[in-house]
């Protein structure tokens, strides 16, 4: 069974840099060529971004994360937005109570340190696996 994946934010390490058929540097692709992992879809706010995703590997995309889960219903969703958007994001996943199997976090997960807690406390609170 292959675990489906959603990328939210789909810049650089999302989906813009560069990779070969050995070395994948960023989520979409690396989700997109596995076997054991299904990308199903990309989340971003910039329009540019979403054309660009849904060409590149023909799945769709979207503009809102609550609709893309809700839709899909995903396994795991990579949250690989700037870290300054971690707060929006983190608030918007606990408000619609978003809770996937897993989320993957993009290192330092957030410059403010209680909106991470906050975060874990709500995986937690969900049994979810906590971000580390």
Request: proline share 5%; net charge positive.
């Amino acid at each position: 069974m292959e675990n489906t994946v959603l990328v939210v934010g789909l810049g650089k390490m999302g989906m813009l840099y560069g990779s070969n058929k050995k070395i994948y540097n960023n989520h979409s692709d690396l989700f997109y060529k596995s076997k054991k992992f299904k990308l199903i879809a990309g989340v971003d706010k910039n329009k540019k971004k979403i054309t660009k995703f849904k060409k590149k590997y023909s799945l769709g995309a979207y503009s809102n994360l609550a609709k893309a889960y809700f839709e899909l219903k995903p396994e795991i969703i990579v949250l690989s937005v700037d870290t300054h958007s971690v707060p929006k994001i983190y608030n918007q996943i606990i408000k619609k109570e978003i809770k996937p199997k897993y989320f993957i976090l993009e290192k330092p997960g957030s410059f403010i340190y209680d909106d991470l807690k906050k975060f874990h406390l709500y995986c937690k609170k969900k049994k979810k696996k906590p971000p580390h």
